[in-house]
């Protein structure tokens, strides 16, 4: 006890450093405390005042709001922020902004090196609470980050003091609006991620003028035209139960603007491209069925290379049988082997009763135009490109003398229509026959450094594309074949048609040279295939011979055994050709009885020696002696 009282005089004596400290600390405590719950109490009454939303990266709103903070000054001025080069952003955030710190002028020499400047772009920094002045508030703006399975996931809150959310909304309405107006000259693409089953969005392209896809005349208005009227006639659908759904199938030859058609119209109708690769690894019944049930009403969804999907182990050229592989009744253990190497080799599971189903079964989207694309129409299967499922069918062939001259038009636009571009007049009239005028011919603005082809006439430019039409062959060569050869010579219109012909000839030895070049190695690939086919025969003989024998030798010993309790079995057994071979050279040496066929000794047959033959197979066969027994039956 008196040790106690001791040890604690210093604490409850008057005075003394320690017990000084330990006011301190309690007093120090005390004010901590107070202040932590007067703020908590604070900001807990000042939070009572503040609408908050918050925005999710998953749907639109988060991107039409990231779009519209980018474009708003005080992002800028903002102290915490992060910098980023990414060239290509779902938000706009390297378009000019007032945080952009993107530079006016191209660097000439950085440009004629091949490289371009990267841009900089200011964007709010995450976990950071911006506040920004609008419409006589102050909105709070947190951006953060989910962790997902799959990935981060971005989140925006917004916060604002107001007695109604209407402040709210017309944020949200007016970003929208800022949001569709940059859009205007972009099509948005997502890429279906089989991982997750789930839309990922893949960047915006500039929309592809129409005039520049020269296709055979009438064939883009056509689609155009369909589309248009099919996108207003939800009505009319609903009105006669038919779903609301159209189906366009582009099948051709590879290169010929089946892909490009499909940008250029998303452009035209102002809708987004949602892609899928039937033949993408890991693509399932189920994550397709996921996938197109999860696309909005007004979109296009593009399922590429359609054939592709179900003849993967085929190359895409035209001596390929082509016939589907999921689908063929025929040879059906073949079917069932390739289906299961294809599982095997990309974990992919896509039947064709899938994909039927995610087209139109009732999980379905509606108010979607599906664009499909094949190079090989043969190959699909009839329930997949029925009228319901694809409705309009539009054949792409190689580049007519038509197309030739239209291609050539678009890549050398005449002194007038560059002229009627850079002041952008209306369109004047058009006659549909001409490739040239047919539409308005796209012409690109031109960096101040970029090389210039020469400004030619109208008449000049109309002669030169006549000619260098008259010497493509119709229906030889790709469109893309061709702009290929126009990009080489993109500033040297006169020549290019001077010298088409040389190209002419040597693209046809090219080919050939390809051609024979692809026939030596498949008939290099075909011996080798035969060889190993061979090969594999020879070796599943040899082992069934082996299994063959084991088996005869089994049965001999189990001949020995039965016969062993009347009376010991003679020891001369032979269970193989090889060992029947020894044991009757053995047998001749030392000038004994020597094991035979019936046939060789039929008269042998029931004597004191009996012979048995117990199995024949692959031209070897088993002998089994039993001296001084007739045959046991149970052999
Ligand atoms: N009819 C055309 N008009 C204008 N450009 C074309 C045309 N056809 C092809 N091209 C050009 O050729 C290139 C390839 O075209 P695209 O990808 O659209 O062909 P595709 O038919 O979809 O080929 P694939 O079947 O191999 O996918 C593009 O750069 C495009 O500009």
């Given at each position: 006890m008196?040790t106690?009282?001791?040890l604690?005089?210093?604490l409850?004596?008057?005075t003394?450093?320690i017990q000084?400290?330990l006011?301190?600390v309690?007093?120090g405590g005390?004010v901590?405390t107070?202040?932590?719950?007067?703020?908590?109490a604070?900001?807990?009454?000042v939070?009572?005042?503040?609408l908050t939303a918050h925005?999710s990266?998953?749907?639109?709103?988060?991107?039409?709001?990231?779009?519209?903070?980018?474009k708003?000054?005080?992002?800028?001025?903002?102290?915490e922020f992060d910098?980023?080069t990414?060239s290509?952003?779902?938000h706009g955030?390297t378009?000019?902004t007032?945080?952009?710190?993107e530079e006016?002028?191209e660097?000439d020499?950085?440009?004629s090196?091949g490289?371009?400047?990267?841009?900089?772009?200011?964007?709010?920094s995450?976990?950071t609470?911006h506040?920004i002045y609008?419409r006589g508030?102050?909105?709070r703006?947190?951006?953060s980050?989910?962790f997902?399975?799959?990935?981060s996931c971005g989140?925006?809150?917004?916060?604002v003091?107001?007695?109604?959310?209407?402040?709210?909304?017309r944020?949200v309405?007016?970003?929208?609006?800022?949001?569709?107006?940059?859009?205007?000259?972009?099509?948005?693409?997502?890429m279906?991620?089989t991982?997750?089953g789930c839309w990922?969005w893949?960047g915006?392209?500039?929309?592809?003028p129409m005039?520049?896809i020269?296709?055979e005349?009438?064939?883009?208005?056509?689609?155009?035209?369909?589309?248009?009227?099919?996108?207003?006639?939800?009505?009319?659908?609903?009105?006669?139960?038919?779903?609301?759904r159209?189906?366009?199938?582009?099948h051709?030859?590879?290169?010929?603007g089946?892909t490009?058609?499909?940008?250029s119209?998303a452009?035209?109708?102002g809708?987004d491209?949602y892609?899928?690769s039937l033949?993408?690894k890991?693509?399932?019944?189920?994550t397709?069925?996921?996938?197109m049930?999860n696309?909005?009403?007004?979109c296009i969804?593009?399922?590429?290379?359609?054939?592709?999907?179900?003849?993967?182990?085929?190359?895409r050229?035209e001596?390929?049988?082509?016939?589907p592989?999921?689908n063929?009744?025929s040879?059906s253990?073949?079917?069932?082997?390739?289906a299961?190497?294809k599982?095997?080799?990309?974990?992919s599971?896509?039947?064709?009763?899938g994909?039927l189903n995610s087209?139109?079964g009732?999980?379905?989207?509606?108010?979607r135009l599906l664009?499909?694309t094949t190079?090989?129409i043969?190959?699909?299967?009839?329930a997949l490109?029925?009228?319901g499922?694809?409705?309009?069918?539009?054949?792409f062939?190689?580049?007519t003398?038509w197309q030739?001259e239209g291609?050539?038009?678009c890549f050398?636009?005449?002194?007038s229509?560059q002229?009627?571009?850079?002041?952008s007049?209306p369109?004047t009239p058009?006659?549909p026959k001409?490739?040239?005028s047919?539409?308005?011919l796209?012409?690109?603005?031109?960096?101040?450094?970029?090389?210039?082809?020469?400004?030619?006439?109208?008449?000049?430019?109309?002669?030169l594309?006549?000619?260098f039409a008259?010497?493509?062959p119709?229906?030889?060569?790709?469109v893309?074949s061709?702009?290929?050869?126009?990009?080489?010579?993109?500033t040297?219109p006169r020549?290019?048609v001077?010298e088409?012909?040389?190209?002419?000839?040597?693209e046809?030895?090219?080919?050939?040279?390809?051609k024979?070049?692809?026939?030596?190695?498949?008939?290099k690939?075909?011996?080798?295939?035969?060889?190993q086919?061979?090969?594999?025969?020879?070796?599943k003989?040899?082992?069934?011979?082996?299994?063959?024998d084991k088996?005869?030798?089994e049965v001999?010993c189990?001949?020995k055994?039965?016969?062993?309790?009347?009376?010991?079995a003679?020891p001369?057994?032979?269970?193989?050709?090889?060992?029947?071979?020894?044991s009757?050279?053995g047998a001749e040496?030392?000038g004994?009885?020597?094991?035979?066929?019936e046939?060789?000794?039929?008269?042998?047959?029931?004597?004191?020696?009996?012979?048995?033959?117990?199995t024949?197979?692959?031209g070897?066969?088993?002998?089994?002696?039993?001296k001084g027994?007739p045959p046991?039956?149970?052999?």
């Open positions: 008196e106690l009282k001791n604690l005089s210093p409850t004596s008057s003394g450093p000084d400290t006011k301190l309690v007093i005390t901590e107070a202040r932590r719950a007067s703020v908590s604070w900001s807990g009454f939070d009572s005042f503040f925005f990266q998953e749907d639109y709103p988060y991107d039409w709001l990231m779009h519209w903070l980018s708003q000054p005080a992002w800028g001025r903002s102290r910098i980023t990414r290509v952003s779902r955030l378009q000019s007032s945080g952009d710190l006016e002028e660097d020499g950085l440009v090196s490289r371009r400047k990267r841009k900089v772009a200011i964007i709010p995450v976990d609470t506040t609008y508030h102050w909105l703006i947190t951006r980050k989910r997902q399975d799959y990935g989140e925006l809150k917004i916060s003091v107001a007695r109604n959310n209407d402040i709210l909304k944020l309405l007016e970003a929208k609006r800022e949001y569709e107006k940059d859009a205007e000259h972009r099509v948005h693409i997502f279906a991620d991982n997750y990922r893949n915006a392209r500039h929309k592809r005039s520049s020269v296709l005349p009438g064939v883009k208005d056509m689609i155009l035209a369909d589309c248009k009227d099919f996108l207003c006639s939800e009505d009319w659908y609903a009105e006669r139960g038919i779903p609301f159209r189906g366009y199938l582009l051709g030859v590879p290169g010929s089946k490009s058609l499909i940008h119209l452009g035209e109708l809708l491209i892609v899928v033949s993408s890991g693509m399932s019944d189920n397709l069925a996921n996938l049930g696309v909005p009403s007004r969804l593009l399922l590429e290379d359609l054939d592709a999907a179900f003849t993967r182990g085929i190359s050229d001596k390929s049988t082509g016939a592989i999921g063929t009744s040879s253990s073949s079917t069932s082997t390739s299961k190497n599982e095997e080799n990309d974990g599971t896509l039947s064709l009763s994909l087209l139109d009732v999980a379905a989207a509606e108010g664009f499909a190079n090989h043969e190959r699909l299967d009839p490109s029925r009228p499922r694809m409705d309009v069918w539009v054949n062939k190689n580049a003398k030739a291609i050539f038009k050398f636009p005449s002194k229509s002229q009627a571009s850079s002041s007049s369109s058009q006659d001409d490739p040239a047919q539409e308005n796209a012409v690109p603005k031109r960096k101040k450094n970029a090389v210039l082809a020469p400004s030619l006439s109208d008449e000049e430019i109309c002669v594309a006549k000619r008259d010497a493509i119709d229906d030889e060569f790709s893309a061709l702009q290929g050869y126009l990009l080489k010579n993109k040297r020549e290019c001077e088409v012909l040389t190209w002419i000839a040597q046809r030895e090219t080919r050939a040279k390809l024979k070049e692809k026939e030596e190695r498949e008939a690939e075909r011996k080798e295939a035969e060889e086919e061979k090969k594999e025969r020879e070796e003989e040899k082992k069934e011979q082996e299994e063959k088996t005869a030798k001999s189990s001949t055994s039965s016969a062993a309790p009347s009376e010991p003679i001369e057994v032979a269970t193989s050709s090889s060992e029947s071979e020894s009757t050279t040496a030392d004994e009885e020597s094991v035979t066929s046939e060789d000794s039929p008269e042998e047959k029931g004597s004191e020696s009996a012979t048995e033959k117990t024949s197979s692959g070897n066969e088993t002998w089994v002696a039993v027994h046991d039956p149970n052999v």
